[in-house]
């Protein structure tokens, strides 16, 4: 069972497990920008939540059935054609042999979650199939999708039947973000970060972080650090006057001040802000943070059970 890339957008990647345990190797985790949402993707075709699946930045992207299988669409909303028919997201999808899928623009949101029953299959290195750019390892030969490249599936004994994902727990999306955040180890050089905020997301965005712009101080050179452990989730302060926000695929030491850290419980939210979206910062304890993390675990487990954030 096969798929056969048609139009393959702007930097398309096969993503699965994340790589636990390597950073002090100098391995980052990887896996997809929105767990989530291939979580979601992947509870509707009878998959584990991490299997392998296909994560579309912005949508435009094609692809053809080259045998029957069950599919299904989720994350950023975008419209969904089989052989130019309008089809739903959040829900189990039958093709057959031939079929053309088609997926439009995402006016809001950033990423798009393709599963397919039985998961697609990619290149495993240190334990996961999935795709880090920047070294060129796991996934589709280490690399984006181009046209004409075949995506294998593997064999399904699972008929997830006809599913939809409930809808309060679809992702309402729109160009506004409040991420809960803790203080990192130099929170003292956004003194009152908390009170007045005017951030919003540039245009220099990928797997590895955002960047934000906004009201953040200028820091002098005494601030800069000796390199230290760095995580997905962490907000770096840079001397430009903006900061990073780190994602899936960003480097595992860093030099500059470790200022914030986005909260596990939203580290999913992250993978779907795009260029020019507004983004407020809450402040949580350590505490806090954790009772977010177990309640938003513990709500989406009543239909994921196996899910992990």
Known sequence: MSFVVTKPGLQVTLQAAPRHGLRHMGVPASGPADPLSMALAN????????????????????????ADAKIAMTGAPVTVRINGEAKPMHQTLSVRAGDAIELGSAEAGARVYIAVAGGFTGTTFLGSTSTYLPAAFGGYEGRALKSGDVLAVSASDVDPGHLETPEHMRQVFSHGFALRCVPGPDESLIAGWDKKQDFVASRRADRTGIEVTGSWPRLQKTALRPSAPIFPGGIQLTPSGAAFILLQDAQTTGGYPHVLQVTHADHHVLGQIRPGDRIQFLKRTPEEAADDLREKVAFFRSWIPDLRL
């Open 43 to 66: 509870r509707l075709v009878g998959n584990p939540p991490d299997a392998c699946s296909l994560e579309i930045p912005f949508g435009m992207f094609s692809l053809a059935a080259q």
